[in-house]
């Protein structure tokens, strides 16, 4: 991971299983983050706050390693592998795409509560549960596929604190804004 600093190490990491290729990203502790995980089928990419955070390569070896892969129905965990240790944190709306997404689609729906614009993204939606029910150990799947989750472990709900997160502007983009933008001088 580029910048990684001794104390801020890597405190989210993502993967798909089976794969040894891991992302890793350290997020602030008590301050909400927008986090995408990615995999285009070459690199598998993290995006923080809109930004990209960490990519790693990962190509399968082969077409029927592919075809084993996409060929496992398997549960998905968020937040805790069963038997391991779990997210000391809270987490806010997952959608689960069924095809890669681009750090500008990252950006236009960070903000979004529901993924339902009609574009062509969404018809790829496999899952999306905005944790609002309020109660109970049911998450509900808001898209067509109806995959509701269980929380498991204890999990307390609470309500959510999260605002609008304008997306972070990479070191190019401040760059160029820098360089490029004018800059208003109020003369009275």
Not at 15 to 33: F, N
Not at 36 to 41: H, R
Not at 114 to 127: I, M, N, Q
Not at 155 to 178: C, G, I, N, W, Y
């Amino acid at each position: 991971m580029a910048d990684c600093v001794p104390d801020k190490l890597p405190n989210l990491t993502w993967w798909i299983s089976g794969c040894p290729a891991r992302c890793m990203i350290a997020l602030e502790v008590d301050e909400w983050s927008h986090v995408a995980a990615t995999w285009d089928g070459a690199m598998m990419h993290m995006y923080h706050n809109g930004v990209l955070a960490d990519s790693v390569p990962y190509v399968l070896a082969s077409a029927e390693e592919a075809e084993a892969l996409h060929a496992v129905k398997a549960d998905l965990y968020i937040g805790a592998i069963p038997g391991k240790g779990a997210w000391d944190g809270l987490i806010d709306e997952v959608c689960v795409y069924a095809a890669p997404i681009d750090q500008d689609y990252v950006r236009k729906v960070m903000n979004s509560a529901v993924r339902s614009s009609g574009g062509a993204r969404d018809e790829v939606v496999l899952g999306h549960w905005s944790f609002n029910e309020g109660a109970g150990d049911e998450s509900r799947d808001s898209s067509a596929n109806k995959n509701h989750a269980t929380l498991e472990g204890g999990v307390q709900r609470v309500l959510s604190t999260r605002e609008f997160m304008p997306p972070a502007m990479s070191a190019s983009e401040k760059h160029v804004d820098a360089a490029f933008l004018p800059t208003l001088t109020l003369t009275l």
